[in-house]
């Protein structure tokens, strides 16, 4: 297993245009974020999943965003009627829930154009 | 609101000197905190955390450092070497879920020969 793994690694869209982001998270790992980072900031919370079950979303997800986890392995993320504020870099963590720290992969940088 | 603050966005060390870098929180709340080190290109990698019952914790070059009454945390690098450039991101979690991180806006650490 080499770890959290993110397709595409960037994405350039019209705004308008819909995107959908995947993530592959370490195998025996139950749990799955979704973060986003801007220009110089840190990284956002987005949504979490429990195996398949989506616990929590922020506000930050707007009716645009929606993310799914079927049978509780990999992610998808999708944007509908992308927007340039939506630019951003998209993280994906996963993690046992061990106090370990979450691991994350190297994010899906989405330009909106 | 910025719950965790990382008020120096910037810090250059000398090779083999001491990093100290700091980071404040605002919500007592939290009772686990946790660093982050970016290199560009690639996600936030996991490098020490500490519970808020302890006050030190220790794993080879790295220490963190946690005062809760003043809601301060630092994380000490000794010796500093090249290869720690990178920007760190504080991170703090609540206990109902220990991986839903709230990130501070990081700080770039230069470590030059």
């Known amino acids: 297993d080499t770890g959290v793994s993110q397709d595409p690694r960037h994405k350039i869209t019209k705004r308008g245009q819909n995107v959908t982001f995947r993530c592959d998270p370490i195998s025996e790992h139950n749990r799955l974020y979704w973060y986003r980072q801007t220009l110089g900031q840190g990284p956002e919370f987005l949504t979490y999943f429990q195996n398949e079950a989506q616990l929590e979303k922020s506000r930050l997800l707007s009716d645009r965003f929606s993310a799914e986890r079927p049978k509780g392995s990999f992610s998808t993320l999708e944007i509908q009627r992308t927007e340039q504020g939506d630019s951003a870099m998209y993280l994906c963590a996963s993690s046992l829930g061990l106090n370990y720290g979450c691991t994350f992969g190297s994010g899906t940088r989405l330009t909106v154009v | ?113």
């Not at chain 2, 982050?36 to 006050?55: C, V």
């Not at chain 2, 220990?98 to 230069?110: A, H, N, P, S, V």
């Open chain 2, 1 to 113: 609101d910025q719950q965790v603050k990382q008020n120096s966005p910037s810090l250059s060390v000398q090779e083999g000197r001491i990093s100290i870098l700091n980071c404040d929180y605002t919500n007592s709340m939290f009772d686990y905190f946790l660093w982050y080190k970016k290199y560009p290109a690639e996600g936030p990698t996991f490098l020490i955390s500490i519970s808020s019952i302890k006050d030190k914790n220790e794993d080879g070059r790295f220490t963190v450092f946690l005062n809760k009454s003043a809601k301060h945390l630092s994380l000490h690098i000794v010796p500093s070497q090249p290869g720690d450039s990178a920007v760190y991101f504080c991170a703090a979690s609540v206990p109902e879920n220990t991986d839903k991180l709230i990130f501070g806006t990081g700080t770039r650490l230069q470590v030059f020969p």
